[in-house]
């Protein structure tokens, strides 16, 4: 009896970890995924976009980067199926895609893109 106990223990602390990355998504209206490299030109120039949107948007938008070039986080730009770097890629509040974006996207444009998803900065 202990042992079944302990083992729904450790499946329910297993589920839990496993389906924390989607409740954090879910707090966001938008998840706002950078892929990109710490070496190119549109990508360096990408950090304080992506910084400021943060700021200004607070809980409203989730920002991800993810530094492709690494062999830790190759496998991202398979996922999401990028030809070139930076590529941003927005995701409503389930985690599907709504926009897509190659290359320098200025700051202005993404709070555009953001408006029609009742998004409005905080500061």
């Known amino acids: 009896m202990k042992s079944t106990r302990a ?4 499946i329910g602390v297993c589920l839990c970890m496993l389906f924390s990355p989607l409740r954090v998504l879910g707090k966001a209206k938008v ?3 950078e892929l990109g490299s710490t070496w190119c030109t549109p990508c360096k120039l990408m950090q304080p976009v992506m910084r400021s949107l943060e700021k200004r948007y607070g809980e409203q938008l989730r920002v991800i980067f993810y530094n492709v ?3 830790e986080e190759q496998r991202y730009a398979k996922q999401y199926g990028i030809r070139i770097i930076p590529t941003q890629v927005f995701l409503d509040e389930s985690g599907k895609e709504f926009f897509r974006h190659e290359g320098f ?4 444009e993404i709070d555009k893109l953001l408006k029609p998803h009742a998004m409005t900065p905080t500061n």
């Open 31 to 33: 998840t706002f995924v």
């Open 105 to 108: 996207f200025p700051e202005t």
């Open 7 to 10: 083992l729904f223990l450790v």
């Open 69 to 71: 070039s690494t062999p």
